[in-house]
């Protein structure tokens, strides 16, 4: 009895240990003699399933780390770059130096701390729809992010004019670094790209309160009359934003934040600025250049009324368009007074003897910042004669470099902006937007030479030099004389009590933002 126990303990023992050695995947002995058994019968063909299994993975990984080795050591030839920092097996000495030359060789980024945020209480949230030209948007944007700041409001991210005379659809993240816009002034005012979905519903609804604010108005104007509004209805659209902040007498932190958006927060696309660059690459390898703001294209003498050196055709062209658009107020133009007075763009012909009169050097190069000018190579051809390197962005680029541009007529100004900025010397034959903007940008660039010509005296003075009365030596000395203290220097910005429009504007000389100087009025009004 004792011995079939043990018998019986024996024969379970020998089950457990086959069963282990059938889980391990080996073939087992019986005791007693017993016959070997294969692993195909039973739990053995499970067993033989994950030894092939494990098999095929060792082999798969093998064979993927040989491949890695082999492109590794043929990367630094051909292979994709992804490779060449690969570290190799073999050598330590040489990973370490691919490690070191590839870092050697990436550029540094600069490491960007963003300004703690404003916290405040909001007020509510300011829509705001620019109107007019880039240059005008550009101005009545910084205008809107210091009114926005001082009422402690939101500001939503400001809709770009698209019914203007140029008809561009650009939208603010076309033309301008919308996140940058957004990050650098987070400790000034919260700007938000759109607003609130609850508030949005409101808006999409018609619930929202629009208006033009008052033009040339000071920051109480929007104190005492905008933030109730804002308060009472939660969002208000100003639909016209130009020139609607005055020139004088603000805060000193309302003019230093208006500053800070124009030189600072308003950066051009990351596109516009690689092709700015190129264009002023592109001139820089011949030398110095010069920037002509030729503001003869169609509108502006439409707008104006001057028909200076047009014919008869063109001067009918120019009154139809002007009639054209209903918020062009003035219809009558008398074109010869108004040249006169000063208040029309020089023509091409007017401009060539100008510069000759100055002493620019005839082989100097012009980039000609502007759109299509009116009557073509016609009007330009005088111009061209005396300063043969004229030069546009159509001519500097390939036509697919602008391909993108084409029929943005913003985006194209912005262009057109870097590369002033950019030029030895500046000369605007207007004082619009761009001509003030760009005056006042240089300026805080460090006094770069800005010729402001004085368009009543030259009219008067070429008139005389074409009809004989004053010899070239004559008109010469007094064209210099007239502008040798009108090249952009220090002055302080005139007041003009009860006629905002008549004082120098203030993103054409904003000189609170200024390094300090001696100022010299340019003129005493």
């Not at 079939?4 to 003699?33: C, D, P, Q, Y």
């Not at 809709?159 to 940058?180: A, C, G, M, R, Y």
């Not at 680029?397 to 913003?410: A, G, K, M, T, Y």
Request: aromatic share 8%; with cysteine.
């Amino acid at each position: 009895m004792c011995a079939a126990k043990v018998g019986e303990e024996s024969g379970n023992n020998h089950k457990r240990r086959r069963r282990r050695w059938e889980i391990m995947g080996l073939k087992t002995a019986s005791f007693g003699g017993d016959r070997l058994e294969k692993l195909g019968n039973g739990g053995g063909m499970v067993s033989r399933s994950r030894m092939k299994l494990w098999l095929i993975r060792a082999m798969t990984s093998i064979l993927l780390w040989t491949c890695i080795v082999q492109l590794t050591s043929l990367s630094e030839s051909w292979g994709p770059r992804v490779l060449k920092g690969w570290p190799s097996c073999f050598s330590q000495e040489s990973a370490a130096a691919a490690v070191i030359a590839d870092v050697h060789s990436l550029p540094e980024l600069p490491v960007r701390v963003l300004p703690p945020k404003r916290f405040y209480k909001n007020n509510g949230y300011l829509m705001v729809s620019c109107n007019g030209g880039l240059n005008q948007m550009r101005a009545a944007i910084c205008d809107m992010v210091a009114i926005a700041r001082d009422l402690n409001v939101t500001l939503i991210v400001p809709e770009l004019d698209k019914t203007s005379f140029w008809n561009d659809p650009s939208e603010f993240q076309d033309i301008f670094d919308v996140d940058h816009f957004i990050t650098s002034l987070r400790d000034e005012v919260r700007i938000l790209k759109e607003l609130p979905p609850r508030v949005k519903r409101r808006v999409e609804l018609g619930i929202v309160y629009t208006m033009a604010p008052i033009s040339w108005s000071d920051i109480s104007y929007y104190r005492n009359q905008i933030l109730p509004l804002i308060q009472k209805h939660k969002v208000v659209h100003l639909n016209r934003t130009d020139a609607r902040l005055a020139n004088n007498n603000q805060p000193k932190e309302i003019q230093r934040l208006r500053c800070k958006v124009n030189f600072s927060a308003l950066k051009f696309t990351h596109q516009i600025e690689e092709l700015g660059r190129k264009v002023i690459s592109i001139l820089r390898r011949k030398g110095p250049f010069l920037v002509l703001h030729l503001r003869y294209e169609m509108d502006m003498l439409a707008f104006s009324g001057c028909t200076q050196g047009c014919n008869a055709e063109e001067a009918d062209e120019l009154t139809r368009m002007r009639y054209a658009y209903p918020w062009w107020k003035e219809k009558i133009i008398d074109s010869d007074m108004k040249r006169k007075e000063g208040l029309c763009p020089l023509t091409p012909e007017e401009t060539s003897l100008t510069l000759q009169a100055l002493g620019i050097d005839r082989n100097i190069q012009i980039y000609i910042a502007a759109g299509e000018i009116y009557g073509g190579q016609r009007r330009l051809s005088r111009l061209t004669a005396s300063y043969p390197n004229l030069v546009r962005k159509e001519t500097l680029l390939e036509p697919s470099d602008l391909r993108f541009f084409q029929n943005h007529s913003s985006q194209m100004a912005a262009l057109d902006y870097l590369v002033s900025l950019e030029s030895d010397i500046f000369i605007p034959t207007y004082d619009g937007n761009m001509a003030k903007v760009v005056e006042g940008h240089r300026r805080f660039l460090g006094y770069k030479k800005t010729i402001l010509l004085d368009r009543r005296l030259l009219v008067d003075l070429i008139d005389k030099y074409n009809s004989g009365s004053l010899s070239w030596e004559e008109f010469s000395t007094a064209v210099k004389s007239a502008h040798g203290e009108r090249m952009g220097k220090p002055s302080k910005r005139s007041v003009i009590p009860d006629r905002p429009k008549e004082e120098d504007y203030f993103y054409a000389n904003p000189h609170e933002c200024l390094q300090p100087q001696e100022y010299e009025p340019l003129t005493t009004i």
